[in-house]
């Protein structure tokens, strides 16, 4: 089975601030990543698919990169609403679904 | 509008049982790939089982031989049959299309799970 890390797990920025959030993958993956976003009791918001691809609505400050084993999601200026907790999952190794456990972002 | 409402949700008691249903709107869910993913308190998230639009049906090792992923067709919904309940089952219960991408050439297509419905609690304890 796939295992996916993340870091760092949690993480202090103010509005404004450059974020980078890593997600890894036991073994390469390609481009079979996606990104997450989920604020408190709500469900999960599609972010970034296949690695780089911009879900339609979301904000262009969303940006992801990587291929193989290694993948990060940038946000390049963080705004009030990002505030929130981000995952990455993989779906290369399907029917199997596999998340990272999470990188929350909280207010500096 | 794409949307999926859960229902079904609530209090059982170990050992129980417990139906979960997921309402479509604005696509058919026996054209798509579907799933179940759950989210424990405080935890994070979890795949639980995927229907294939061909009707195959694959689960999670934890939930393998007590959940059953099924649909019907003519009510536009997606179930989750959950048998022989146990406390760490206990969590939020989100179901999902998995969206795929047809058009860039990738083999296997690239897919993800988008929409999301609003989740439901299921909380297993005596």
């Known amino acids: 089975d796939i295992q996916m890390t993340q870091s760092p797990s949690s993480l202090s920025a103010s509005v404004g601030d450059r974020v980078t959030i890593t997600c890894r993958a036991s073994q390469s993956i390609s481009s079979y990543l996606n990104w997450y976003q989920q604020k408190p009791g709500k469900a999960p918001k599609l972010l970034i698919y296949?690695?780089?691809s911009l879900q339609s609505g979301v904000p262009s400050r969303f940006s992801g990169s990587g291929s193989g084993t290694d993948f990060t999601l940038t946000i390049s200026s963080l705004q009030p609403e990002d505030f929130a907790t981000y995952y990455c999952?993989?779906?290369?190794?399907?029917?199997?679904?596999?998340f990272g456990p999470g990188t929350k972002v909280d207010i500096k | 509008e794409v949307q999926l409402v859960e229902t079904g949700g609530g209090l059982i008691q170990p050992g129980g049982s417990l139906r979960l249903s997921c309402a479509a709107s604005?696509?058919?869910?026996?054209?798509?790939?579907m799933s179940w993913v759950r989210q424990a308190p405080g935890k994070g998230l979890e795949w639980v089982s995927v229907?294939?639009?061909?009707?195959?049906?694959y689960y999670a090792d934890s939930v393998k031989g007590r959940f059953t992923i099924s649909r019907d067709n003519s009510k536009n919904t997606l179930y989750l049959q959950m048998n022989s309940l146990r406390a760490e089952d206990t969590a939020v219960y989100y179901c999902?299309?998995?969206?795929?991408?047809?058009?860039?050439?990738?083999?296997?297509?690239?897919?993800?799970?988008?929409?999301w419905g609003q989740g439901t609690l299921v909380t297993v304890s005596s």
């Open positions: 999902a299309r998995v969206s795929r991408d047809f058009w860039s050439g990738s083999s296997p297509p690239y897919n993800w799970f988008d929409p």
């Open positions: 604005g696509f058919t869910v026996s054209s798509n790939y």
């Open positions: 999952q993989q779906s290369y190794s399907t029917p199997g679904f596999t």
């Open positions: 296949a690695a780089s």
């Open positions: 229907i294939y639009s061909g009707g195959s049906t």
